[in-house]
């Protein structure tokens, strides 16, 4: 069965710290994996797709198809980076696609 | 930069009336999308929608839900009797999808929708 799999409701970090936000799949098929980020009160909006392979404000992510993974990184988080971020997988279903997202992890950076 | 607008953002109704939730999809995009998120949990795929028809239907997609594109720019989720576990948040998404490609699904910011 198609999962995605984000172990940490809340990471809490301070400004200036690492981050890393992890993500894990499950699925058969050639997966197509995304990050979203919901800020307070905003929309969701994507933050990066592993295919495009490029840094968003700050943030990567690779896919490690031998670990199932696609863990968000940024080195030094920004107290702006506080929000909810979402990895989410595209699987394709007769033709057509959805995303199944994971539960999601809150970010919230200190000064 | 064209957006998803959903209306109303906050319904209240009452258990067993109808609701209509309301998308403007970004209008050259050609795939149509609802997922909810009851509060806590995660972001749930409902329905998938294109040429006018449904794709794919999740389990939660029961024979109360249903959808419709009226009028070529408006994308509308009808659930016919509503229940209290159907308090949630509705999200709108749509992208171009040429072809069967895997592009960005764009979100709308959501209709919360509370059954009292």
């Known amino acids: 069965a198609q999962r995605v799999t984000q172990p940490e409701k809340l990471l809490s970090v301070f400004k200036g710290a690492p981050v890393e936000l992890k993500c894990n799949y499950s699925y058969s098929g050639s997966p197509e994996l995304f990050w979203y980020v919901q800020y307070s009160r905003q929309r969701l909006q994507l933050l990066l797709r592993?295919?495009s392979r490029e840094s968003i404000k700050g943030f990567t992510a690779d896919l490690n198809k031998g670990e199932t993974s696609f863990h968000l990184k940024k080195p030094f988080a920004q107290e702006e980076d506080s929000a909810m971020y979402y990895c989410?997988?595209?699987?394709?279903?007769?033709?057509?696609?959805?995303?199944?997202f994971g539960a999601g992890t809150r970010l919230a950076v200190h000064p | 930069e064209p957006e998803v607008t959903q209306t109303p953002s906050h319904q209240v109704t009452q258990m067993g009336q109808e609701v209509i939730l309301r998308c403007v999809p970004i209008s050259n995009h050609l795939y149509f999308y609802w997922y909810r998120q009851i509060l806590g949990q995660k972001v749930e795929f409902l329905v998938s929608f294109y040429n006018n028809e449904i794709s794919e239907k999740s389990e939660i997609f029961d024979d109360q839900f249903s959808v419709e594109r009226p009028d070529g720019s408006n994308f509308t989720l009808k659930i016919r009797s509503t229940k209290l576990e159907d308090s949630a948040m509705y999200f709108c998404?749509?992208?171009f999808g040429k072809g069967v490609s895997t592009d960005t699904q764009y979100f709308g910011p959501g209709t919360r929708l509370t059954v009292l």
């Open positions: 989410a997988l595209s699987i394709l279903s007769g033709g057509y696609n959805k995303l199944i």
């Open positions: 998404a749509s992208r």
């Open positions: 592993h295919i």
